[in-house]
């Protein structure tokens, strides 16, 4: 997570990026996740939502997993974006009209299943590059934390 933010918000500026950060927890839901995207993008036309003018918007979704399953066990927040991966928008809440989802790329970060954290559909996941970054060892982590505490 502190690897992806960091490269965001470095290219930013110089490649215009408009990167966005989303925080997955238990409780979010999908009509919040939604209301974070769009806000995010600007009205082209009727249907036809995008990044800002020669802009491209990069959603970066921390803790993936974490959405609590709903009764049928599902995700609500991550089916909201595997809709957006498989058919490039998903429908406006009020009106429940179709709005098409321009210049926008997802990514993502999580940890492996259990205190809390859910397996993630694979019907997201092969939309993904998936990389893993493995945990630091002990060593590693003492430089760390005598850096910071000093």
Known sequence: SVVARGTLNNIAAAR?????????????SSNRTQEIIESKLEK???GIRGAPKDKR????????NMPRLDTYGSQPPIEL???????????DRDKLEWITIQDVTLSAACGPP???RNPVTPRLIRHFSVFTIPPPSEVNLKQIFSTILK
């Open 16 to 28: 215009n990026y408009v990167p966005t950060f989303l925080n997955f927890s238990a409780q979010t």
């Open 44 to 46: 082209r036309k009727k």
């Open 57 to 64: 918007v990069i959603l970066f979704v921390d803790d993936l």
């Open 81 to 91: 974006l595997r809709q957006l991966k498989d058919f490039g928008g998903f429908y």
């Open 114 to 116: 259990g205190g809390g």
